[in-house]
T-cell receptor
Framework: KQEVTQIPAALSVPEGENLVLNCSFT??????LQWFRQDPGKGLTSLLL?????REQTSGRLNASLDKSSGRSTLYIAASQPGDSATYLC????????FGPGTRLSVLP | GAVVSQHPSWVICKSGTSVKIECRSL??????MFWYRQFPKQSLMLMAT?????????EQGVEKDKFLINHASLTLSTLTVTSAHPEDSSFYIC??????????????FGEGSRLTVL
């Protein structure tokens, strides 16, 4: 059974810092991995989707990497801003869709 | 593109009543939609997979008769919480998969519906 974990569970940083969020999964037989952000009381906004054949994807200040063999993905956020404050969730797609518990990020002005 | 709309965004109801939540894919067709439940500060818990034209597939532990799912068209799935009780209070989120981009495995999410049962 696929298990997805995210470290850290919560993170608080000053504005401008570069930061890394981690997502680990136990079964490397996946088709893809997707990163989302969720604002309080809201649905999920898709950030990046990485197919199993890809190593990374970039969108603006966000860069996501995927190392399928080691069961890890990282989301890199450059020059963080207060507007980046949210919960970040990773989701793997293998036998089914499995979400991680999320990382709550606070970027302080 | 790829917008999923959920309605209502929040609802308060009395115990014992039924509540219907709609999930619509606005600019794409979705044979498959998913319904999730989210408790405060926790991740999403998959409740069921909704399939257009056929019965929904429920996850273990989810009561079929309590959470009725109807996927009547390629753009609409509904979740009805029947005889709601306070413990059903939660945040319900739907997601959909674009039929034309099914192979990408990308999911698009609605804004969620917060249910409070008094």
């Amino acid at each position: 059974k696929q298990e997805v974990t995210q470290i850290p569970a919560a993170l608080s940083v000053p504005e401008g810092e570069n930061l890394v969020l981690n997502c680990s999964f136990t079964d490397s037989a996946i088709y893809n991995l997707q990163w989302f952000r969720q604002d309080p009381g809201k649905g999920l906004t898709s950030l990046l989707l990485i197919q199993s054949s890809q190593r990374e994807q970039t969108s603006g200040r966000l860069n996501a990497s995927l190392d399928k063999s080691s069961g890890r993905s990282t989301l890199y956020i450059a020059a963080s801003q207060p507007g980046d404050s949210a919960t970040y969730l990773c989701r793997v797609y293998g036998q089914n869709f499995v979400f991680g518990p999320g990382t709550r990020l606070s970027v302080l002005p | 593109g790829a917008v999923v709309s959920q309605h209502p965004s929040w609802v308060i109801c009395k115990s014992g009543t039924s509540v219907k939540i709609e999930c619509r894919s606005l600019d794409f067709q979705a044979t498959t939609m998913f319904w999730y439940r989210q408790f405060p500060k926790q991740s999403l818990m998959l409740m069921a997979t909704s399939n257009e034209g056929s019965k929904a597939t429920y996850e273990q532990g989810v009561e079929k008769d309590k959470f009725l799912i109807n996927h009547a068209s390629l753009t609409l799935s509904t979740l009805t919480v029947t005889s709601a009780h306070p413990e059903d209070s939660s945040f319900y989120i739907c997601s959909a998969r674009d039929d034309l981009r099914k192979n990408t495995g990308e999911l698009f999410f609605g804004e969620g519906s917060r249910l409070t049962v008094l």
